[in-house]
């Protein structure tokens, strides 16, 4: 299933949205030094007239010496990584599902194909995750974080030619909350109210109340700068020939099979990260489209793909250990959880909740079921999203004495065949997963611990819409999926009373917990957000409506002969330095 | 015969009105709500209802049968929910893709299996006859999935022959149509060898051989010939399976056609999508057979339609 710019409940797909949050630890390729690299050609050059000049006067020791020198140089400058960079190639990539549309406004889903032909006002620095400008080039903010004033970048002009001005910023959000467009991504926006364009530079955000987590909406393809020029021409049919102001210019799609795109020629507004601001340097990307994930791998292993994003968990670790290819591991801005229903009399009482929290050993998940391709998640939050908060005195650790006496608490005895009882009940629950080998490897490794402590636990797995709809009505005692986006704001979805019937399917509701929540979306000091969402994930574990279990790394791999990628925070490949050289 | 082919086109009509009914009411038996899919939960519930109401699922599923059925007897099969295109244009877009595989698929089939039910036949009883045999048996039980998989695994990975996945080339057609045409070609194979033993029991078999005709000759004039009547029947029936079996390949070899399409609108809960795709394989399954019944009298001269 395809995630929704990473908040999607289930797996991440290949070539996963930009979702992940600023995060600790950034995949960074094993081979090449770009600066090295250029130290070396330049050196090369150098020394090749120097050798010609003194060729005459020399020993033929130092004529040796220079001879061995300049083969090693030509050796150097003849391995991966090292040299200038080559223009040209095309640059294979994959995903396992088309997007469902090349519109922003119309897709659920962002996925790599939308980061290539569009550009956003922010974006995240690919080192630090912080935002910093792609089409704004500064911002202020004012009253309180109702107003956001950009100041736009000049001279960038859409692939069809329009120039990028404060109309287009307007004309974008007008769209993409008009009712009319029905885009999936309108509520991400926020509270806004209106865009003022007081000069064609500068576009002015104004909301009916401060929106705290708006910059991890203005870099998600939903925000993505669309042409005023093309909205007006195309109407409802953007998506079957989308018009960015990104590096690469849409060409083809044949859906199924591959998306083809072209460098921009015109493309000089790449952000300052990047060590080439222009045109890329590759002609164009081919993003092939390939379901079967040991397809794609096989594909990958033949040099068919460029890239493989988001090797499959199954596979990661072997073609890790080959040696062959560049890795890039980064953990994803959210993880997995056992969500327990608390309006089923089963997990009623907190005593029973908290219990399931203290018996499980997340070590265990992630080593035996995640083949250490992930961590051990002790809040709510992932320790990769914003807010997440360390320390925190209520979070669980493996302690199943802890969990057995709590159960004994709440009047559970052992029963005949190992399993507790009460009222002559069973203390079973039957959990519901997706079908996904990542997902049913966890619910095992799960069911054999509280096993041990007398909890049964059955394992349903059901398909993605029929999950999310019977969940809503809470039809489920629990579930195991995963969650990801970069703002601790997603919480609000998950406990906030006024999204039971849909988001909450844990089906909770606390009126402290509610207040919290509302506070953390209209604060906009970074301290003071902090510290409520410090007290709410205190307060989350305290009531264990969420038994938070462990943060998945996306593993992504490039072949040896593409040079200078780079996999940021939020697992987004940065391709504007990328080329080729086999 | 003309007479039969209007027939026979008119029975199109209650065929696809029935499959109509059945597509449209079972997968909205089915749970999973495609406005909640299309916004993930995410959006409010003012958005959702908005939605709901621009794609007409608020109205009884009658009057939107009504109106899907309306729309249809206009040649218009609605727009897609996941992808907002029409779904007559997503359709014609894989369908090419989808009839070039089962095409492909049919050849393997029809080719493989008729080769090996007349080796079995001929040689009945010998070494070739049992190799044949067991090879069908093979050929019906592999599952396509595990099949494909193993025919990338020899021919993409190891000798890196073919490509392992799309469409673009002549080549990337070969696995899927040998993985999708394998069951298809052992059934025909078996029923090819069984049909032609009897044939050749025949009195006129024994005259043809009296008569000091050929072992080929007779084996292609005569027994071939009439032994392919139960075949043919078989390979319109077997091109519905195909149809089926497509969804699964298709996945497999990352192929771009109808039967992706198909689990992708089911996932998505794109009920437009799913019954536009339904009555398509219905039509071709219907101008299939119509085919195979007319190719009945082209091989078989006491057959006429009148």
Redesign the interface.
Same mark, same amino acid.
């Given at each position: 299933?395809a995630a929704?710019c990473g908040?999607?409940e289930g797996a991440s797909p290949a070539g996963r949205s930009r979702s992940a949050p600023p995060q600790a630890q950034v995949g960074a390729p094993v081979a090449q030094n770009p600066s090295r690299a250029g130290t070396y050609a330049a050196a090369q050059e150098k020394n090749a007239g120097k050798s010609t000049m003194d060729w005459r006067g020399m020993t033929v020791a130092r004529a040796r010496l220079v001879c061995l020198l300049v083969l090693v140089l030509a050796v150097a400058a003849a391995a991966p990584g090292v040299g200038a960079p080559v223009r040209g190639g095309t640059l294979t990539l994959v995903l396992d599902?088309?997007p469902?549309?090349l519109?922003p406004h119309?897709t659920?889903?962002g996925d790599l194909s939308h980061y290539l032909i569009y550009n956003t006002l922010v974006t995240a620095d690919k080192t630090t995750g912080d935002f910093v400008p792609e089409l704004a080039d500064s911002w202020s903010i004012a009253d309180n974080g109702a107003v956001i004033t950009f100041k736009l970048h000049p001279g960038v002009k859409f692939h069809d030619g329009t120039p990028f001005t404060s109309q287009a910023v307007r004309a974008t959000i007008e769209r993409l909350v008009n +009712?009319?467009t029905?885009a +999936?991504g309108?509520?991400?926006i926020g509270p806004i109210d209106r865009v003022e364009t007081p000069d064609d530079l500068t576009a002015r955000l104004i909301f009916k109340q401060p929106y705290a987590p708006i910059f991890s909406s203005l870099r998600i393809v939903f925000l993505a700068m669309l042409s005023p020029a093309a909205i007006a021409k195309l109407g409802?049919n953007y998506?079957?020939a989308p018009v960015g102001a990104g590096p690469f210019k849409f060409r083809q799609w044949? +859906?199924? =099979?591959?998306i083809v795109l072209d460098r921009d020629a015109d493309y000089a507004w790449a952000p300052k990260f990047f060590k080439n601001r222009g045109a890329p340097y590759v002609d164009g990307v081919v993003v092939?489209?390939?379901?079967?994930e040991?397809?794609?791998v096989?594909?990958f292993?033949?040099g =068919?793909l460029d890239v493989l994003p988001a090797a499959p968990p199954s596979e990661a670790g072997r073609l890790v250990q080959s040696g062959k290819y560049q890795v890039f591991r980064t953990p994803v801005d959210g993880g997995l959880y056992l969500g327990l229903n608390v309006t089923k009399p089963i997990f009623s009482d907190v005593r029973v909740r908290q219990a399931l929290g203290w018996a499980i050993n997340r070590d265990e998940v992630v080593d035996y079921a995640l083949e250490k391709l992930a961590v051990p998640m002790d809040s709510p939050l992932a320790p990769t999203i914003w807010g997440y908060a360390k320390g925190l005195k209520n979070a669980y650790h493996h302690d199943p004495d802890r969990a057995r006496r709590l159960l004994a608490e709440a009047g559970w005895k052992p029963g005949a065949d190992g399993t507790l009882q009460k009222d002559g009940r069973p203390l079973a629950f039957t959990v519901w997963t997706y079908p996904l080998e990542t997902n049913v490897r966890v619910a095992v490794v799960l069911q054999t611990q509280l096993k041990a402590v007398g909890v049964r636990m059955n394992i349903e797995q059901i398909?993605?819409?029929?999950l999310?709809?019977?969940t809503?009505q809470g039809a489920q005692d629990a579930i195991l999926i995963s969650y990801g986006w970069p703002d601790a704001d997603i919480l609000y979805?998950f406990f906030h009373s006024s999204r039971m019937?849909?988001?909450n399917r844990v089906h909770f509701s606390n009126p402290d917990v509610d207040r919290l929540l509302e506070q953390g979306r209209v604060t906009v000091d970074p301290a003071r957000r902090m510290e409520i969402y410090r007290q709410l994930q205190e307060m989350l574990l305290q009531q264990a409506p969420w038994i938070p279990l462990a943060s998945l790394y996306t593993v992504t791999l490039a072949q040896p002969w593409v040079h200078d990628l780079y996999v940021d925070k939020y697992g987004d490949l940065l391709t504007n330095d990328v080329y080729l050289r086999k | 015969m003309q007479r039969h082919i209007a027939h026979r086109l008119l029975q199109l009509v209650p065929v696809l009105l029935s499959v109509s009914v059945l597509v449209f009411f079972m997968i909205h038996l089915?749970?999973? =709500?495609p406005v909640?899919?299309?916004?993930?939960?995410?959006?409010?519930?003012e958005?959702?209802a908005?939605?709901r109401h621009?794609l007409g699922f608020d109205r009884p599923l009658v009057v939107q049968y009504g109106v899907f059925v309306w729309h249809l007897l206009h040649g218009d099969l609605g727009r897609s929910i996941?992808?907002?295109?029409p779904v007559a244009a997503?359709i014609a877009?894989?369908l090419p893709?989808t009839l070039r595989l089962t095409a492909a698929s049919m050849v393997v089939a029809i080719v493989l299996g008729l080769t090996l039910g007349m080796l079995a036949a001929v040689q009945h009883r010998r070494f070739l006859d049992y190799a044949a045999t067991v090879t069908a048996l093979a050929g019906i039980s592999l599952p396509s999935f595990w099949f494909g998989?193993v025919l990338?695994?020899v021919f993409?990975?190891y000798l890196?022959w073919l490509?392992? &996945?799309? &469409?673009?080339t002549v080549t990337s057609l070969i696995l899927p149509a040998v993985t999708l045409g394998a069951s298809a070609a052992a059934l025909i194979a078996r029923l090819s060898r069984s049909s032609l033993l009897e044939v050749l029991r025949q009195e006129f078999i024994r005259t043809a051989r009296a008569k000091g005709l050929g072992e080929w000759w007779i084996l292609y004039r005569h027994g071939l010939r009439n032994a392919l009547i139960p075949v043919l029947s078989i390979v319109g029936l077997q091109f519905a399976g195909l149809l089926g079996g497509a969804v699964i390949v298709?996945?497999?070899?990352?192929? +771009?056609?109808l039967g992706?399409?198909a689990v =992708?609108a089911i996932?998505?809960?794109d009920i437009p999508m799913v019954q536009g795709i339904v009555l398509t394989a219905a039509v071709i399954f219907v101008a299939v057979n119509l085919c195979v019944d007319l190719l009945y009298a082209l091989v078989d001269p006491r057959i006429r339609y009148v």
């Open positions: 299933m929704s908040r999607a599902s088309d469902p549309s519109d119309k659920p889903a +009712p009319a029905a +999936p309108a509520s991400w409802a998506g079957q044949i +859906p199924g =099979d591959r092939r489209i390939v379901p079967d040991s397809t794609r096989i594909a292993e033949r =068919d398909e993605p819409a029929t999310l709809a019977r809503a979805y019937g849909s988001t | 089915v749970p999973g =709500d909640q899919v299309m916004l993930q939960d995410y959006g409010s519930a958005q959702a908005a939605l621009t996941r992808t907002g295109r997503e877009l894989r893709y998989l990338i695994l993409s990975y890196r490509p392992p &996945a799309g &469409a673009d298709e996945s497999v070899f990352g192929w +771009p056609g992706r399409l =992708d996932f998505n809960r």
